[in-house]
């Protein structure tokens, strides 16, 4: 049965700013536990004192790791594993934005395309990693907080080693999250994990939007987004839905190719690859 949420362990992945500090906020304020991650320690645990002055909750719990560095994000997995002893929601919500229009391509740590690896790689290798405790506390749900912003993944050039733009690898890398939602969906079936995705909502004035200049402006509010992310993650209307895509709180359609069976497949070949999971479940 499903636990009520101040019974429940909820990871959220860059917690330290805009969408995922309202999310983590709202869920403390509920009553939650609540495990925030970030990438640098001072910032995470000053935003942990602030959500627990704001909620007067204790339950709130900081984990660091640099998501360019998947060796950081196996180091997390593992500490999580080996400190919690349940964990109810998964929301895998860090991400970097496509930057300033004109900047020039960059790697991550492995040697990977940044925004494929920071976005994408860094929620598949945790997501494998932490099946055994999401199992443990079934019924339990992934979130992946992906966009609206879709491109259609080129297996020949992965990497964007030719003609990189910043919106293009942003866009790639969260229709990789999408296709990574549907595949697992299908893998988890009946285990009691459900696994979803959303664009949370339209250019919410947050780091990534508002550093770039793809845009020309801002939309709506970073709680319109937050109010999305925590229906899929805690609305008991959505107890057993797995695998699909939402609009905000709305079913919607992902690009064609998220329903490419075989590119799934290539996918989660190229994805164990890259990242090498010693002991997914
Ligand atoms: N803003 C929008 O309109 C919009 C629309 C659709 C989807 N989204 C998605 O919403 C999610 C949250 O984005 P946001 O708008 O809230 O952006 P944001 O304010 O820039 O927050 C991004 C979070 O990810 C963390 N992060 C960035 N790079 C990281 C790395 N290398 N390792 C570990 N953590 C890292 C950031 O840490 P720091 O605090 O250290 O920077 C921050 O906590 C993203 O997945 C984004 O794609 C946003």
């Known amino acids: 049965m499903t636990q009520p949420v101040e019974n429940q362990t909820i990871l959220i992945t860059g917690a330290t700013d805009g969408l995922g500090k309202k999310v983590a906020l709202d869920l403390a304020a509920r009553k939650a536990g609540v495990i925030l991650h970030g990438r640098s320690p001072e910032k995470g645990w000053a935003v942990v004192e602030e959500i627990r002055k704001a909620t007067g909750n204790r339950k709130i719990g900081y984990y660091n790791a640099d998501f360019s560095s998947l060796d950081e994000v196996k180091a997390l997995a593992g500490k999580i594993r080996a400190d919690q002893n349940r964990l109810d929601v998964l929301i895998n919500n860090a991400g970097i934005g496509p930057g300033p229009a004109g900047s020039g391509r960059e790697e991550s740590r492995d040697g990977y395309e940044l925004r494929f690896a920071v976005n994408y790689l860094a929620t598949f290798l945790p997501?494998?990693?932490?099946?055994?405790?999401?199992?443990?506390?079934?019924?339990?749900?992934?979130?992946?907080?992906?966009?609206?912003?879709?491109?259609?993944?080129?297996?020949?050039?992965?990497?964007?080693?030719?003609?990189?733009?910043?919106?293009?690898?942003?866009?790639?890398?969260?229709?990789?999250?999408?296709?990574?939602?549907?595949?697992?969906?299908?893998?988890?079936?009946?285990?009691?994990?459900?696994?979803?995705?959303?664009?949370?909502?339209?250019?919410?004035?947050?780091?990534?939007?508002?550093?770039?200049?793809?845009?020309?402006?801002?939309?709506?509010?970073?709680?319109?987004?937050?109010?999305?992310?925590?229906?899929?993650?805690?609305?008991?209307?959505?107890d057993g839905v797995s695998g699909a895509y939402f609009n905000g709180k709305m079913r919607a359609e992902a690009m064609p190719q998220a329903y490419d069976r075989e590119a799934l497949r290539k996918l989660r070949e190229l994805s164990r690859r890259l990242t090498r999971p010693d002991d997914t479940a």
């Open 127 to 238: 997501t494998r990693l932490l099946l055994p405790l999401l199992r443990d506390s079934a019924p339990s749900r992934i979130v992946n907080v992906a966009s609206a912003g879709q491109q259609s993944i080129d297996f020949d050039d992965v990497m964007l080693e030719n003609g990189y733009n910043g919106l293009r690898a942003y866009r790639q890398s969260k229709l990789a999250m999408i296709m990574f939602t549907f595949d697992l969906a299908g893998q988890l079936k009946d285990s009691g994990i459900t696994v979803n995705c959303l664009h949370p909502a339209t250019l919410m004035p947050t780091s990534m939007v508002l550093e770039t200049d793809y845009f020309a402006g801002t939309m709506d509010t970073v709680a319109q987004g937050a109010e999305a992310v925590e229906y899929l993650a805690a609305s008991a209307e959505l």
